[in-house]
């Protein structure tokens, strides 16, 4: 069964990088699409964006000029930076597998961001 | 950009009632690519239906789902205690994905 682990600060300074790593276990990370999900505090869910084994990402429109997703196969892990980050941003980020459905999450990680 | 729009917005019941949730999209949307889930404070949303009428793995009959083209329906035919949680719908269309605001479902 596969399983989806995220880490990375839970408390990143305003202005800065936000950067959290997922680490998938259970399975390879190849083939699959790879998502990462966030969900304010208070709101619901948002999706932030993908990447494909091969390299190739998808972004919220909402948010593409601040996201970056990554993947290293060798270590079955892919990652998210979000640059310029203010207090919206806080949330809990989920890492996730798959799209239409989502069928395999994280249990997801609290970031807030404050000074 | 397909919105997806969820009603009500929170449903008083009490066990043993019906549910129906409902999600409407604002164009149409692939009911292969339409899926519910239920989501928990502190747990990580659970997949309990997917290609609009199918239910995941080990999800009790009691959760159906329905519908086609913008308009979706999520039903529980009996509530039990542990159903009172938040549920969504999303979708995947033209390479991105869209979750409705969520539909509270609380004990009455």
């Known amino acids: 069964q596969v399983q989806l682990q995220e880490s990375g600060p839970g408390l990143v300074k305003p202005s800065e990088t936000l950067s959290l790593t997922c680490t998938v276990s259970g399975g390879s990370i ?3 699409y790879w998502n990462w999900i966030r969900q304010p505090p208070g709101k619901g869910l948002e999706w932030v964006g993908y990447i494909y084994d091969s390299g190739s990402t998808n972004y919220n429109p909402s948010l593409k000029s601040r996201v970056t997703i990554s993947v290293d196969t060798s270590k079955n892990q892919f990652s998210l930076k979000l640059s310029s980050v203010t207090a919206a941003d806080s949330a809990v980020y989920y890492c996730a597998r798959d799209l239409a459905p989502v069928q395999h999450w994280g ?4 970031v807030t961001v404050s000074s | 950009e397909i919105v997806l ?3 009500p917005g929170t449903l008083s019941l009490s066990p043993g009632e019906r549910a129906i949730l409902s999600c409407r999209a604002s164009q ?3 009911s292969s690519y339409l899926a519910w889930y239920q989501h928990k404070p502190g747990q990580a949303p659970r997949l309990l239906v997917y290609g609009a009428s199918s239910r995941a793995t080990g999800i009790p009959d009691r959760f159906s789902g329905s519908g086609s083209g913008t308009d979706f329906t999520l039903t529980i035919s009996s509530l039990e205690p542990e159903d009172f949680a938040v549920y969504y719908c999303q979708q995947f269309d033209t390479s991105r994905i869209t979750f409705g605001q969520g539909t509270r479902l609380e004990i009455k």
Do not use: K
């Open chain 1, 30 to 32: 190849s083939s699959f």
């Open chain 2, 5 to 7: 729009t969820q009603s």
């Open chain 2, 28 to 30: 149409s949307v692939s």
């Open chain 1, 107 to 110: 249990q997801g990680t609290l």
